[in-house]
RNA sequence: GCCGCGUUCGUCUAGGGGUCCAGGACGCCGCCCUUUCACGGCGGUAGCACGGGUUCAAAUCCCGUACGCGGUACCA
């Protein structure tokens, strides 16, 4: 194991935390611990236009109901030696270093307007360049402490005027670097544009908060995905210019919509995929399965095993096993995984969360035995919890309606006399005799009556009760329903259905 | 456009010169179990983007092409 492993989850608050930033946050989890290293959570707030009330919350509540515990962050700061942890609360070493970049020539300061670059930017595209840029050639035509006076510099600073405070990047470098997943990638410098670090309320930009706070925080893993992987440059040209070392890098493939491009809001919504992570939380997807499941998206130990508990991700996670292509999303596979892990729940656990989708759908009045029952009779057959009450609601109330497709099936010209003559039967049932064995004696004995089969007085049977054409077992069923239920069911079936 | 990254069944992936006429999982299909549906069991379907090299031998190495994705902001 190397030691002192620290690795960060920063994400920004202009949401609620994206399926996206849990796997990014998973990432970091795993090596983390693999490597008993550190965690640390730090809020990227440095964006005032783009922050939104309740996002830190959410992304603290996100990564707890994941069972992804942090070691410091904005509600554990650690002896304050790291501390604060939220970047707005950081501003004096950004300006710090921001200052200690423009002494040593690595930086300048800026005065043009935001018009006056998009003007400059316009003007350069009209005359033949695809993508100009505020660089080693255009910042001398620029309003900024490279091409005014040192007297004129200090005269706007002292009037107050607004400027922002731009990296310097050379004209002709190549950067190279190691990336933990891609391997060697390089850059040439004259494809980067002198980036703002320090805008002009003050506030830096992701590169400068990102970079001084990795260093200041001891980071020496950076692990984020894709998206940053052409800024990754810059952040390797400050690192220098600051006379820290890098630490590592790592870019995680992106998680991609079955229809293509990143996995967003807008493409995942139209194709049900939630993707939000509070999404899941209240659909009640198990924690182990959704984590489990983005482990292997980008990821997997090499052997053909995949159902993978949270303490033997960490032992098998490794940065080289995580692969280089975007991963699609696909949901089939994560209800899979939920039901892996639904299944493998004990039944009293399971208790008092159903209990509290019985309650949200407004029924009421059932006792823990029943309930037990209805879990006992659903668990080998849903995928998600919900699912339960969702698929089993005939355990809490009368149908309201027939499936139309089981009912054209099984409901035929005679099937009302069936039913009848089954009523009849069961209402001359001892209520100690109520069981599936006996209660399916009564059925047969109609049907040797009758001479017909099973499927044509079973089927109508279960659409009566349940108003479906599928389910658990019918006459464990039946039981549970009790005997008045089953027969006032039966009988409203058959006024109903004829 | 430019820059960067990528490309193995529909999807997630294993495999990194011979053991691969490519393995597992999800999905799909079939059979068995079940007088329902599911679960479970068994079997099947389907893939190395393309073109050139290198080599006795290439899914694996190199080059090119195509395609995909990301970036190209005083957003992260």
Same mark, same amino acid.
């Given at each position: 194991m190397s030691e002192n492993v620290r690795v960060r989850f920063a994400p920004s608050p202009t949401g609620l935390l994206h399926i996206g930033g849990l796997r990014t946050a998973l990432y970091n989890y795993l090596f983390a611990r693999h490597h008993d290293g550190e965690f640390i959570l730090r809020i990227e707030d440095t964006d005032q236009n783009r922050y939104v009330e309740g996002a830190e919350e959410d992304i603290i509540k996100s990564l707890k109901w994941a069972g !992804?515990? #942090? /070691?410091?962050g904005p509600d554990i700061n650690v002896e304050g030696k790291y501390g604060p942890y939220r970047q707005s609360e950081r501003s004096e070493y950004y300006q710090k270093y921001a200052e200690q970049l423009i002494e040593e020539g690595y930086a300048y300061y800026a005065f043009d307007t935001a018009e006056e670059v998009n003007d400059m930017r316009e003007r350069l595209q009209k005359s033949g360049n695809p993508s100009p840029k505020y660089d080693a050639i255009t910042r001398m035509a620029m309003k900024n402490s490279l091409t005014l006076s040192k007297d004129e510099v200090d005269r706007r600073l002292e009037a107050g005027e607004k400027y922002v405070v731009r990296l310097k990047v050379p004209r002709r470098e190549t950067i190279r670097f190691e990336d933990e997943v891609r391997g060697f990638v390089s850059f040439e410098s004259?494809? !980067?544009? /002198?980036?703002? !670090? !320090?805008k002009s309320d003050g506030l830096p930009t992701y590169h400068l908060a990102n970079v001084v706070d990795d260093h200041l925080m001891g980071i020496t893993h950076v692990i984020r995905g894709e998206e940053w992987l052409s800024s990754a440059p810059k952040h390797i040209l400050l690192y220098e210019y600051l006379g820290w070392e890098s630490p590592k890098m790592a870019h995680l493939p992106l998680i991609m919509s079955p229809e293509g491009g990143k996995l967003s809001k807008r493409n995942a919504d139209k194709l049900g995929i939630p993707v939000n992570v509070r999404d899941y939380i209240q659909q009640r997807y198990e924690p182990e399965a959704l984590v489990n499941f983005l482990a292997f998206l980008g990821w997997s130990p090499g052997d053909n095993r995949e159902v993978l508990s949270l303490d033997e991700l960490i032992s098998e996670f490794s940065l080289d096993r995580v692969s280089k292509s975007g991963a699609v999303f696909n949901i089939n596979k994560l209800n899979w995984f939920n039901e892996q892990y639904l299944r493998s729940r004990l039944e009293v656990d399971l208790l008092p969360e159903v209990k509290e989708i019985i309650k949200e759908y407004g029924? +009421?009045? #059932?006792s823990d035995e029943f309930i037990m029952q209805v879990i006992k009779l659903m668990k080998e057959r849903a995928q998600l919890v919900n699912e339960f009450v969702s698929q089993g609601q005939y355990f809490f109330e009368a149908p309201q309606a027939y499936d139309t497709k089981t009912r054209k099936k099984a409901?035929? +010209?005679n099937t009302g006399d069936l039913v009848q003559a089954y009523i009849l039967r069961l209402q001359k049932m001892n209520e100690d005799d109520w069981e599936p064995a006996k209660i399916k004696d009564e059925l047969k004995n109609v049907l040797a009556e009758k001479e017909v089969g099973f499927g044509k007085l079973a089927l109508p049977t279960r659409l009566a009760v349940t108003g479906m054409g599928f389910g658990p077992d019918l006459f464990q069923t039946l039981e549970l329903l009790g005997k008045d239920d089953v027969i006032n069911r039966l009988k409203k079936a058959v006024s109903e259905l004829g």
């Amino acid at each position: 194991m190397s030691e002192n492993v620290r690795v960060r989850f920063a994400p920004s608050p202009t949401g609620l935390l994206h399926i996206g930033g849990l796997r990014t946050a998973l990432y970091n989890y795993l090596f983390a611990r693999h490597h008993d290293g550190e965690f640390i959570l730090r809020i990227e707030d440095t964006d005032q236009n783009r922050y939104v009330e309740g996002a830190e919350e959410d992304i603290i509540k996100s990564l707890k109901w994941a069972g !992804l515990g #942090y /070691d410091e962050g904005p509600d554990i700061n650690v002896e304050g030696k790291y501390g604060p942890y939220r970047q707005s609360e950081r501003s004096e070493y950004y300006q710090k270093y921001a200052e200690q970049l423009i002494e040593e020539g690595y930086a300048y300061y800026a005065f043009d307007t935001a018009e006056e670059v998009n003007d400059m930017r316009e003007r350069l595209q009209k005359s033949g360049n695809p993508s100009p840029k505020y660089d080693a050639i255009t910042r001398m035509a620029m309003k900024n402490s490279l091409t005014l006076s040192k007297d004129e510099v200090d005269r706007r600073l002292e009037a107050g005027e607004k400027y922002v405070v731009r990296l310097k990047v050379p004209r002709r470098e190549t950067i190279r670097f190691e990336d933990e997943v891609r391997g060697f990638v390089s850059f040439e410098s004259h494809g !980067l544009d /002198d980036q703002v !670090l !320090l805008k002009s309320d003050g506030l830096p930009t992701y590169h400068l908060a990102n970079v001084v706070d990795d260093h200041l925080m001891g980071i020496t893993h950076v692990i984020r995905g894709e998206e940053w992987l052409s800024s990754a440059p810059k952040h390797i040209l400050l690192y220098e210019y600051l006379g820290w070392e890098s630490p590592k890098m790592a870019h995680l493939p992106l998680i991609m919509s079955p229809e293509g491009g990143k996995l967003s809001k807008r493409n995942a919504d139209k194709l049900g995929i939630p993707v939000n992570v509070r999404d899941y939380i209240q659909q009640r997807y198990e924690p182990e399965a959704l984590v489990n499941f983005l482990a292997f998206l980008g990821w997997s130990p090499g052997d053909n095993r995949e159902v993978l508990s949270l303490d033997e991700l960490i032992s098998e996670f490794s940065l080289d096993r995580v692969s280089k292509s975007g991963a699609v999303f696909n949901i089939n596979k994560l209800n899979w995984f939920n039901e892996q892990y639904l299944r493998s729940r004990l039944e009293v656990d399971l208790l008092p969360e159903v209990k509290e989708i019985i309650k949200e759908y407004g029924f +009421d009045g #059932y006792s823990d035995e029943f309930i037990m029952q209805v879990i006992k009779l659903m668990k080998e057959r849903a995928q998600l919890v919900n699912e339960f009450v969702s698929q089993g609601q005939y355990f809490f109330e009368a149908p309201q309606a027939y499936d139309t497709k089981t009912r054209k099936k099984a409901w035929k +010209d005679n099937t009302g006399d069936l039913v009848q003559a089954y009523i009849l039967r069961l209402q001359k049932m001892n209520e100690d005799d109520w069981e599936p064995a006996k209660i399916k004696d009564e059925l047969k004995n109609v049907l040797a009556e009758k001479e017909v089969g099973f499927g044509k007085l079973a089927l109508p049977t279960r659409l009566a009760v349940t108003g479906m054409g599928f389910g658990p077992d019918l006459f464990q069923t039946l039981e549970l329903l009790g005997k008045d239920d089953v027969i006032n069911r039966l009988k409203k079936a058959v006024s109903e259905l004829g």
